[in-house]
């Protein structure tokens, strides 16, 4: 599982968000975001990545997109392993939600707080820029932040190369799972932290995951084509101290290391 160690250089924290901006009768509303933790001399390219892939989302025209650029120091970045990959196919909808409901009671959630996790998501009126937090045991939402949620950020994974290859080897690849394998990874270092679900809003992209400290374990189809819906959910431990979770989802620095270079 995790480590606990820090870099003796510097990195920069690039965040891209891209929005409409509620004007011409247009509703005010989140379409992408984006993130890196790089080097200065990776800067450039790096914006310009971020910015083309905001640019081709498929949610819709931006009206508004945003760049920050942090330095962060490197000593208080700290390396997390990698979690462990695996993929599973279901005929149905309905059976990716069993075998979901079945995975996160394996990792420690109980079925109350599974089946609930499962049907808030489905029942979800508009995708979350962040993800929710739930008692792992009872299934209460314990954070406040409603269709936002706890958004984790300063993250990327330690070597770029390594990484794909890591994913590739496991028959994987694209954006989208480099992104939730680097947040999966990061939010299973959280103290308190037993398990995690999710599902893209992105309407072509059908494939969620559940997550625990060890295992990224990806199930399709965690909805049908065409659904502009999705959502994430973390689940905690009882005693779990909220304020400390967000502190470290969102400002924790964290570097995703695989085992080889
Ligand atoms: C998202 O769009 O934020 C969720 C992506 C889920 C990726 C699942 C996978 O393919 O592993």
Redesign the pocket.
């Known amino acids: 599982m995790g480590e606990n160690k820090s870099l003796s250089h510097c990195l920069f924290s690039v965040r891209m968000r891209a929005a409409t901006n509620g004007s011409n009768g247009k509703e005010k509303q989140h379409l992408s975001g984006c993130e890196r933790l790089v080097s200065d001399d990776q800067m450039t390219t790096v914006v310009q990545n971020l910015l083309q892939r905001v640019l081709t989302h498929t949610r819709g025209e931006a009206d508004t997109i945003n760049i920050q650029i942090d330095k962060i120091d490197g000593a208080t970045i700290r390396l997390v392993s990698a979690l462990k990959i695996e993929s599973l196919e279901f005929a149905t909808v309905e059976q990716a939600y069993g075998s979901a409901i079945a995975s996160l009671v394996e990792f420690g959630v109980s079925k109350t707080a599974a089946c609930k996790g499962v049907e808030l998501i489905k029942n979800l009126s508009a995708s979350m820029r962040g993800g929710m937090v739930l008692d792992a045991i009872t299934g209460e939402r314990i954070d406040s932040f409603g269709d936002r949620g706890i958004r984790l950020s300063h993250m990327d994974c330690e070597n770029e190369s390594a990484f794909l290859s890591y994913l590739v080897e496991s028959g994987?690849g694209g954006e989208?799972?480099r992104?939730?394998?680097i947040l999966a990874s990061k939010a299973a270092f959280a103290k308190n932290y037993i398990a995690e679900l999710?599902?893209?809003?992105?309407p072509h992209?059908v494939?969620?995951?559940v997550a625990s400290k060890e295992i990224?374990r990806?199930l399709s189809p965690m909805k049908l084509k065409e659904d502009y819906i999705?959502g994430?959910m973390f689940f905690v431990k009882p005693n779990a101290n909220l304020d400390d979770l967000i502190d470290f989802f969102e400002h924790q620095p964290v570097l995703v290391k695989t085992l080889r270079k």
């Open positions: 994987i989208k799972v992104e939730a394998m999710c599902w893209s809003d992105d992209y494939t969620g995951y990224y990806r999705g994430r």
